[in-house]
Protein backbone atom coordinates (compact mmCIF):
# COMPACT_ATOMS: atom_id res chain seq x y z
CA UNK A 1 0.00 0.00 0.00
CA UNK A 2 1.37 3.51 -0.92
CA UNK A 3 2.00 5.87 2.17
CA UNK A 4 0.07 8.42 0.68
CA UNK A 5 -2.56 6.55 -0.20
CA UNK A 6 -3.14 5.40 3.81
CA UNK A 7 -2.47 8.92 4.67
CA UNK A 8 -5.34 9.92 3.00
CA UNK A 9 -7.61 7.17 4.21
CA UNK A 10 -6.39 8.10 8.18
CA UNK A 11 -7.20 11.75 6.87
CA UNK A 12 -10.51 11.51 4.78
CA UNK A 13 -12.54 8.60 6.07
CA UNK A 14 -10.91 7.98 9.43
CA UNK A 15 -9.80 11.25 11.01
CA UNK A 16 -14.01 12.24 9.67
CA UNK A 17 -15.33 9.19 11.77
CA UNK A 18 -12.97 10.12 15.21
CA UNK A 19 -13.85 13.86 14.77
CA UNK A 20 -17.57 14.25 14.04
CA UNK A 21 -19.23 11.29 15.61
CA UNK A 22 -18.45 12.55 19.17
CA UNK A 23 -19.22 16.07 17.91
CA UNK A 24 -22.75 15.32 16.58
CA UNK A 25 -23.19 12.48 19.52
CA UNK A 26 -22.07 15.10 22.09
CA UNK A 27 -24.75 18.09 20.47
CA UNK A 28 -27.65 15.67 20.66
CA UNK A 29 -26.85 14.78 23.93
CA UNK A 30 -26.86 18.11 24.59
CA UNK A 31 -29.82 18.87 23.08
CA UNK A 32 -31.35 16.28 25.22
CA UNK A 33 -31.17 18.61 27.76
CA UNK A 34 -32.92 21.80 26.81
CA UNK A 35 -36.48 21.19 27.18
CA UNK A 36 -39.00 22.49 29.78
CA UNK A 37 -42.36 22.51 31.00
CA UNK A 38 -44.29 23.70 28.04
CA UNK A 39 -45.66 26.41 30.24
CA UNK A 40 -42.34 27.88 31.01
CA UNK A 41 -41.09 27.86 27.16
CA UNK A 42 -38.13 29.71 26.47
CA UNK A 43 -37.87 32.40 23.57
CA UNK A 44 -34.77 33.18 21.57
CA UNK A 45 -33.27 36.37 22.19
CA UNK A 46 -32.46 38.74 19.41
CA UNK A 47 -28.68 38.53 19.40
CA UNK A 48 -29.23 34.62 19.14
CA UNK A 49 -31.79 34.96 16.58
CA UNK A 50 -29.08 36.67 14.90
CA UNK A 51 -26.42 33.99 15.66
CA UNK A 52 -28.91 31.28 13.62
CA UNK A 53 -27.43 32.29 10.30
CA UNK A 54 -23.77 32.32 11.24
CA UNK A 55 -24.21 28.68 13.52
CA UNK A 56 -26.41 27.44 10.08
CA UNK A 57 -23.41 28.66 8.07
CA UNK A 58 -20.79 26.90 9.96
CA UNK A 59 -23.11 23.73 9.72
CA UNK A 60 -23.41 23.82 5.96
CA UNK A 61 -19.74 24.11 5.65
CA UNK A 62 -18.84 21.12 7.95
CA UNK A 63 -21.50 19.10 6.39
CA UNK A 64 -20.33 19.81 2.94
CA UNK A 65 -16.57 20.11 2.85
CA UNK A 66 -16.42 17.15 5.61
CA UNK A 67 -18.42 14.90 3.44
CA UNK A 68 -20.58 13.65 6.76
CA UNK A 69 -24.25 14.34 5.13
CA UNK A 70 -25.19 11.15 6.27
CA UNK A 71 -24.26 11.70 10.33
CA UNK A 72 -25.81 15.22 9.57
CA UNK A 73 -28.93 13.88 8.51
CA UNK A 74 -29.14 11.46 11.32
CA UNK A 75 -28.50 13.87 14.09
CA UNK A 76 -31.34 15.98 12.69
CA UNK A 77 -34.01 13.72 12.11
CA UNK A 78 -33.10 12.20 15.59
CA UNK A 79 -33.55 15.80 17.03
CA UNK A 80 -36.79 16.23 15.26
CA UNK A 81 -38.35 12.79 16.49
CA UNK A 82 -37.06 13.60 19.98
CA UNK A 83 -38.59 17.23 19.61
CA UNK A 84 -41.81 15.75 18.87
CA UNK A 85 -41.92 12.75 21.52
CA UNK A 86 -40.94 15.35 24.19
CA UNK A 87 -43.87 17.53 23.18
CA UNK A 88 -46.27 14.76 23.45
CA UNK A 89 -45.29 14.77 27.07
CA UNK A 90 -46.02 18.42 27.14
CA UNK A 91 -42.21 19.54 27.55
CA UNK A 92 -40.73 22.49 24.82
CA UNK A 93 -37.50 23.55 23.68
CA UNK A 94 -36.01 26.09 25.95
CA UNK A 95 -33.91 29.00 24.19
CA UNK A 96 -30.77 26.87 23.72
CA UNK A 97 -32.30 24.26 22.41
CA UNK A 98 -34.65 26.36 20.25
CA UNK A 99 -31.01 28.07 18.64
CA UNK A 100 -29.60 24.32 18.00
CA UNK A 101 -32.83 23.25 16.25
CA UNK A 102 -32.84 26.29 14.43
CA UNK A 103 -29.41 25.98 13.29
CA UNK A 104 -29.30 22.31 12.00
CA UNK A 105 -32.92 22.95 10.40
CA UNK A 106 -31.06 26.41 8.31
CA UNK A 107 -28.07 24.53 7.34
CA UNK A 108 -30.83 21.84 5.84
CA UNK A 109 -32.13 24.34 3.67
CA UNK A 110 -28.91 25.88 2.64
CA UNK A 111 -27.50 22.41 1.95
CA UNK A 112 -30.37 21.65 -0.43
CA UNK A 113 -30.00 24.94 -1.79
CA UNK A 114 -26.17 24.07 -2.64
CA UNK A 115 -27.09 20.82 -3.84
CA UNK A 116 -29.77 21.95 -6.34
CA UNK A 117 -27.55 25.16 -7.21
CA UNK A 118 -24.86 22.55 -8.61
CA UNK A 119 -27.29 19.70 -9.28
CA UNK A 120 -26.25 20.10 -12.97
CA UNK A 121 -22.71 20.51 -13.09
CA UNK A 122 -21.26 17.94 -15.31
CA UNK A 123 -17.47 17.95 -13.36
CA UNK A 124 -18.85 17.90 -10.05
CA UNK A 125 -21.10 15.31 -11.05
CA UNK A 126 -18.29 12.89 -12.16
CA UNK A 127 -15.89 13.94 -9.31
CA UNK A 128 -19.07 12.82 -6.97
CA UNK A 129 -20.65 10.19 -8.22
CA UNK A 130 -23.35 8.30 -6.16
CA UNK A 131 -26.65 8.67 -4.82
CA UNK A 132 -25.78 11.34 -2.37
CA UNK A 133 -24.47 14.21 -4.24
CA UNK A 134 -23.17 17.41 -2.03
CA UNK A 135 -20.20 19.06 -3.89
CA UNK A 136 -17.08 20.15 -1.32
CA UNK A 137 -16.86 24.02 -1.47
CA UNK A 138 -13.10 23.86 -1.88
CA UNK A 139 -14.33 21.61 -5.15
CA UNK A 140 -16.25 24.19 -6.29
CA UNK A 141 -14.22 27.01 -5.57
CA UNK A 142 -10.42 25.43 -7.59
CA UNK A 143 -13.23 24.30 -10.23
CA UNK A 144 -15.19 27.70 -10.97
CA UNK A 145 -13.66 30.42 -8.93
CA UNK A 146 -10.00 30.28 -8.42
CA UNK A 147 -8.05 32.27 -11.32
CA UNK A 148 -5.59 30.02 -13.31
CA UNK A 149 -2.23 31.23 -12.13
CA UNK A 150 0.89 31.18 -14.28
CA UNK A 151 2.29 27.87 -15.70
CA UNK A 152 4.70 26.00 -13.43
CA UNK A 153 8.35 27.41 -13.56
CA UNK A 154 6.95 30.93 -14.94
CA UNK A 155 6.80 34.18 -12.07
Not at 26 to 41: M, W
Not at 53 to 78: K, N
Not at 92 to 119: E, T
Not at 120 to 145: C, M, Q
Request: aromatic residues 20%; proline residues 8%; glycine residues 6%.
Amino acid sequence: IDSFELLYYYDEHLGHCMWYIPFFLILFVYFTGCFTPAARRGRMPLPALLLVAPSSLYYWYLVTEGQIFILYIFTTFAMVALVLHQRRKGLALDSNGLFLFHSFLLSLLLIAAWVGWLWNDPTLRRKYPGVIYIPEPWAFYSLHLRSPGPPEGQP
